[in-house]
């Protein structure tokens, strides 16, 4: 059995954890994102820190593909990059847009620090983070003018969602050939969608891609935090993904109670590391355990990306509630 099908057959925990690992180190942000050795540092830190943790995992910025295209990106020392400026205007401006090399700007940062960490931990599960087609799309072109370009412009939304498939199809090869294991799609655009706009603008898109990447040996994980995630589970579950995780505002209880034939991840809330004592996050552990436990195929995790400003003895409440209960 390889790495791949060892992580994903485990119940072990697999939180999307990463930026709290700054202040752990006493590093910043920008730092992380910005230079491979403090990437290194930062999964090592994790894992070492949490060694619940069932995989190594790299960053969820989802800043870098939208700046590989040529958005402009702002930093911050304590907080994730922000895209600042669409690069999409116009139907001309899709179409002359130029799918960049999957080792474009920041890109070829993270993809040294995967290699690294793969040749210095040759036994643990590594997770590489991306971005989906249509979260994209929609940074490329701005959110709000993304979501409704498939009432006012589907044949422009449809170009821009053609050229970000093939640029996730690259960099995804890049990443399985880096030694990752699979890699965290996150797709939040598509959980602001109806179940028929997820069928006819995302569904497509995220089918062509798992199939093109996706092995024995190289899963990929489709993350949705999305308010309207639930509602799309029947549509999003055609992807052919070999995960589903999802973020807190999602039921997990109505997509469990489907019976999945694959692992469910999530969905602890994420904000609630930085803002609550270990106790109540104990508790919070405690009851998702309680209503989630009971399914095979769910898998506890935080609902979505860990913030920076987490309190690391909350987190480390998760994982021992975890031990003390469902991990036995």
């Avoid at 179940?195 to 569904?203: D, E, G, I, S, T």
């Avoid at 694959?262 to 508790?283: Q, R």
């Amino acid at each position: 059995m390889n790495r791949t099908q060892t992580w994903i057959r485990s119940r072990d925990p697999l939180f999307i954890l990463s930026f709290p690992a700054a202040g752990m180190l006493g590093i910043t942000v920008q730092d992380m994102v910005t230079d491979a050795a403090s990437q290194v540092a930062a999964m090592e830190k994790i894992r070492n820190r949490y060694p619940q943790q069932t995989a190594l995992t790299g960053l969820m910025d989802l800043s870098l593909e939208a700046e590989a295209f040529g958005c402009p990106v702002r930093f911050s020392r304590d907080d994730l990059p922000a895209v600042m400026e669409p690069v999409i205007r116009n139907p001309e401006d899709a179409r002359n847009l130029q799918i960049p090399a999957p080792d474009t700007r920041r890109l070829s940062v993270t993809l040294e620090a995967l290699q690294t960490v793969r040749k210095r931990n040759p036994d643990t599960p590594l997770l590489a983070g991306c971005i989906g087609p249509f979260s994209l799309a929609g940074r490329l072109a701005d959110p709000s003018a993304a979501l409704m370009m498939p009432v006012t412009d589907p044949g422009t939304l449809t170009v821009l969602l053609d050229k970000a498939a093939a640029f996730l199809i690259s960099l995804l090869e890049q990443y399985r050939k880096a030694g990752c294991d699979g890699a965290i799609m996150a797709e939040p655009m598509a959980g602001l969608m109806s179940p028929a706009m997820n069928r006819k603008f995302v569904l497509p898109w995220l089918q062509k891609i798992i199939a093109a990447v996706q092995t024995d040996a190289f899963a990929v994980i489709l993350h949705n935090c999305g308010p309207s995630a639930g509602k799309c589970w029947n549509v999003l579950r055609q992807s052919g993904a070999a995960a589903y995780h999802f973020g807190n505002a999602v039921d997990l209880s109505q997509i469990l109670e489907t019976h999945p034939d694959v692992p469910v991840f999530g969905n602890l809330d994420p904000v609630a590391f930085v803002t609550e004592p270990p106790e109540t996050i104990a508790s919070m552990t405690g009851e998702l355990i309680r209503r989630c436990g009971i399914h095979p195929c769910w898998r506890l995790s935080s609902g979505c990306d860990i913030p920076a400003a987490a309190r690391p003895d909350s987190i480390q409440a998760a994982f021992d509630t975890w031990n003390r209960t469902a991990g036995q």
